[in-house]
């Protein structure tokens, strides 16, 4: 019996320590939502949804009523599924993103000339992000440090040298549109508790520490844009955008390239290609695309499909859609590679494939060739899946952006724990929580 009662004891404190906690992906071609029980070492979904994106347009919201309502419909089908009273969220949004650096140096003390843990403080409050005017940074990375001559460093505590530098690098959106999406994700009756841009929640999802530790790039074949993102040291060092828009990829080092744009910008060219209509484009996308002749030879050599007015049908041959498809995606895949300059056999976990793109026939291959013949994988979301039934728009590489959120939202609870257990107060609610716990 004193088992037992030592077993009830421990699963109940177990539970105890599971949370709550819910994220909100606005996508430009789905809302996602997934609610999910975290606590330590514990990342596991009750429910996942999505919907249509509605007056969101490239991740910016251009229609705001359509937009809360189609951000309330996918947060509420969620909540009822996992039988959850959803009151706060954890959004990630993709649209205009931009990354800048910043370097600051300092005189050590000349008697001394030792770096204390206030030195590096001191420093860290003088860095200030050159993200531009009307930009908001939504994540800060710090480091790495130099003392003296030497560079690189990651803790620079303790040794001696004339002077400490350090560099920072922000990731920031544009301070109006970021707005507008937060505003439409109140309006759906939830408050937000956190903000990830999209290039940090899709390497969160399908990345682990150790993987940006070592190095890595992340490809995110999305529906409104192609996204690139350089890990190395723990850190984002790079990232590249194409747009539907034209030209405005960016990197630290500040370079623009032409975009061709995301795979909806891929699907309409088809379907102006082949004369059919968008959404016949992209069955046929499913079923007969592929990049490569080894994988186009195990598919049917043709396709019959439904022309553009509905009266007639139109044969697609599957080695011209492939030659097609391999056309328009070039451009672009070239602009990532040129934009993530940094990337080298020295990331030794290579390239990670993201986004609905990355499940096209053949792609981790192709992508391969032109990367140098990096290894290269199509990521899959780090959580556990209480439900087999989780709709497609949010599974396997489409589901990183989701996962991510919800990683972020669980390490921000982690660090107000932790802040909170610093405390006094912290200390003696922890102390009455374990007491009830014991009764």
């Excluded at 999910?36 to 009523?65: C, H, T, W, Y």
């Excluded at 990830?196 to 993987?211: F, I, K, N, V, Y």
């Excluded at 004369?275 to 695309?289: D, K, M, Q, V």
Aim: glycine share 12%; proline share 3%; aromatic share 2%.
């Amino acid at each position: 019996m004193r088992l037992e009662h030592n077993t009830k004891h421990s699963l109940a404190a177990q539970h105890e320590q599971l949370e709550l906690l819910v994220a909100v992906d606005v996508g430009s071609a789905r809302v996602g939502c997934a609610v999910a029980e975290i606590g330590p070492g514990v990342l596991r979904v009750l429910a996942a949804e999505a919907a249509a994106s509605f007056g969101i347009r490239g991740g910016e919201i251009v229609d705001m009523k359509r937009a809360s309502e189609a951000i309330r419909i996918t947060i509420e089908a969620a909540a009822e599924r996992a039988d959850a009273d959803v009151k706060t969220v954890v959004v990630g949004l993709s649209g205009d993103v931009k990354l800048s650096s910043a370097k600051v140096m300092m005189d050590l003390d000349r008697e001394h000339r030792t770096v204390t843990a206030p030195d590096v403080a001191r420093l860290r409050k003088c860095v200030a992000s050159d993200a531009g005017a009307g930009r908001r940074v939504v994540h800060r990375f710090d480091g790495p440090y130099g003392v003296g001559d030497l560079q690189g460093l990651e803790r620079p505590e303790g040794l001696c040298g004339d002077h400490l530098e350090m560099q920072a690098a922000f990731l920031s959106a544009a301070a109006d549109r970021l707005e507008n999406v937060l505003k439409a994700v109140r309006a759906a009756g939830v408050e937000i508790e956190a903000v990830a841009l999209e290039p940090m929640a899709c390497s969160l999802g399908a990345l682990t520490d150790e993987e940006r530790a070592l190095g890595a790039a992340i490809l995110d074949v999305g529906a409104g844009a192609f996204r690139g993102a350089l890990w190395e040291g723990g850190r984002l060092r790079q990232i590249q955008i194409i747009g539907r828009e034209g030209p405005g990829a960016q990197s630290v080092s500040g370079r623009s390239n032409a975009a061709l744009g995301g795979m909806d910008g891929i699907v309409m060219a088809l379907a102006r290609r082949f004369r059919i209509a968008p959404a016949t484009a992209e069955r046929l996308l499913s079923t007969h695309g592929a990049l490569g002749d080894d994988e186009v030879a195990v598919l049917p050599a043709a396709g019959e499909v439904a022309a553009v007015d509905g009266l007639g049908s139109v044969r697609v041959e599957t080695r011209e859609l492939s030659r097609t498809l391999e056309e328009l995606l070039t451009p672009a895949v070239r602009a990532l590679r040129e934009g993530l300059s940094g990337f080298s056999a020295g990331h030794t976990v290579g390239v990670v494939l993201t986004g609905g793109g990355a499940r096209i026939r053949g792609m981790p291959a192709w992508i391969a060739k032109r990367f140098g013949g990096a290894p290269v994988r199509v990521g899959v979301p780090r959580w556990t899946m209480a439900e087999e039934d989780a709709p497609t728009e949010i599974s396997g590489s489409r589901g990183c952006s989701l996962c991510g959120l919800l990683v972020l939202g669980a390490q921000g609870r982690a660090e107000l724990r932790h802040r909170r257990s610093g405390s006094f107060f912290g200390r003696l609610s922890g102390t009455v929580r374990r007491l009830v716990a014991s009764l």
